[in-house]
C-alpha cells in the first residue's frame, strides 16, 4: 500500500494528516464495522499503569469499585487489578466485568488461558488474537499461574473480587444493578456501533462514573467522542497521553484501518479526542469545560 511508503515524519505533517483524515471519514470508518471477543492481557501497558496508579489513589476504607464493559474474556480487568494490587496491596475492590455475550463472561469467571488459543473461540463475535501468547506467558507471572498441563489460572487473589454480569452499555438499568463505579473501563467497546448507538451508550457508561472517578475510553469515533465529552463535566487526565495513545500495537495502520490510531498531535481538541482517561468532575457546569493547565510527557504545556 501506498500510504506505508511514505515516511512516518511526513505522515505526521498536517496536510498529510488532513488527508488521511479524508480517507478515514470517507472511507475506512464506514468499512469493518463489525464487533470481536479482541483481548489480550496487559494491552497496553501505559494506559493500564495509569489508571492502576490513578484507582489506587482512590482506595480509602471503602472498597475500590471498578467496572470493565465490554469486558470479554477478562484479560483487561484481570490486567488492571493486578496492577491495582501491586500499587495498594491492601485496597479493597468490588469489580464487575460486563459483556453481552454469557460464554465469554463465563471463560472470563473461569480464568482459565491457554498460550495461542482464544478462549471466545466459539462466541459471537470474532475472537481476535490469543488472549496470551506463548511467549508473553513468562512476563505475566503476577497475573497468571501456570500448570502443569499447560493453561494458565488467574491467580485467586485477583478473582476473589469480580463479579461477572451479562448485560451491555445501553442498558439503562445497569447503574441500579452494580452501582456507581470509581473506574469505568469502556475500551474498544463503542466503535463498532452506529454513531447514535454509540452515543448513547457512552452517555450511559458516563452516568455510572463516581463524582472524583474515572472512565477509560478508546476505540471510539474522535468526533464522537469530542461531542459528547467536550460539554461534560468529565476533564481529561493528560499524564502519559502520547504513550497511553501510542501504547497499542493493535492501533497501528491507519488511515486504512478502523480502530487505528492517526498520529498523535496536539491541535485545537486533542485533549478530548486523543486522551484516553477522563475523571467526572462533578462541580463543573453542565455545558462548560473547565481551563486546565497541564502538562503532557514531553513537556509542553497547554490550555484545555
Known amino acids: 500500500m501506498a500510504w506505508k511508503l511514505i515516511p512516518e515524519a511526513t505522515q505526521k505533517t498536517a496536510l498529510l494528516r488532513a488527508i488521511g483524515r479524508w480517507i478515514y471519514s470517507h472511507f475506512t470508518s464506514r468499512t469493518m464495522r463489525f464487533q470481536s471477543h479482541y483481548t489480550q492481557f496487559m494491552r497496553n501497558p501505559s494506559l493500564v499503569g495509569t489508571v492502576a496508579h490513578l484507582a489506587a489513589e482512590r482506595a480509602t476504607s471503602r472498597p475500590l469499585r471498578i467496572a470493565s464493559m465490554g469486558c470479554s474474556t477478562g484479560a483487561e480487568l484481570y490486567s488492571v487489578i493486578a496492577m491495582i494490587r501491586s500499587a495498594a496491596p491492601d485496597a479493597r475492590i468490588q469489580a464487575f466485568g460486563i459483556d453481552l455475550a454469557s460464554d465469554v463472561v463465563d471463560a472470563a469467571k473461569n480464568g482459565v488461558y491457554w498460550p495461542g488459543k482464544s478462549s471466545a473461540a466459539n462466541s459471537v463475535f470474532e475472537s481476535g488474537r490469543p488472549e496470551v501468547l506463548v511467549h508473553e506467558a513468562p512476563q505475566l507471572l503476577n497475573i497468571l ?160
Not at 164 to 190: C, H, Y
Not at 211 to 231: C, S, T
Not at 232 to 251: H, Q, V, Y
Request: charged residues 25%; proline residues 6%.
Open 145 to 304: 499461574n501456570p500448570q502443569p498441563d499447560g493453561s494458565l489460572h488467574v491467580r485467586s487473589h485477583l478473582k476473589k473480587d469480580v463479579e461477572w454480569v451479562v448485560s451491555d452499555a445501553s442498558d439503562r438499568n445497569l447503574i441500579k444493578r452494580i452501582g456507581r463505579q470509581d473506574v469505568v473501563l469502556a475500551n474498544n467497546v463503542l466503535g463498532p456501533m452506529d454513531d447514535d448507538l454509540a452515543s448513547r451508550c457512552l452517555q450511559n457508561l458516563m452516568a455510572l462514573v463516581r463524582p472524583g472517578g474515572y472512565l477509560v475510553v478508546d476505540g471510539v469515533d474522535q468526533e464522537l467522542k469530542f461531542r459528547v465529552l467536550a460539554p461534560s463535566g468529565f476533564t481529561p487526565i493528560l499524564s502519559n497521553a502520547r504513550e497511553i495513545w501510542n501504547g497499542d500495537p493493535s492501533k497501528r495502520g491507519w488511515p486504512w484501518v478502523r480502530w487505528g490510531h492517526e498520529p498523535f498531535s496536539t491541535e485545537e481538541g486533542w485533549c478530548i479526542r486523543k486522551v484516553t482517561i477522563f475523571r467526572n468532575d462533578d462541580d463543573v457546569m453542565a455545558g462548560r469545560h473547565p481551563v486546565l493547565v497541564a502538562e503532557d510527557t514531553v513537556g509542553e504545556r497547554y490550555l484545555v
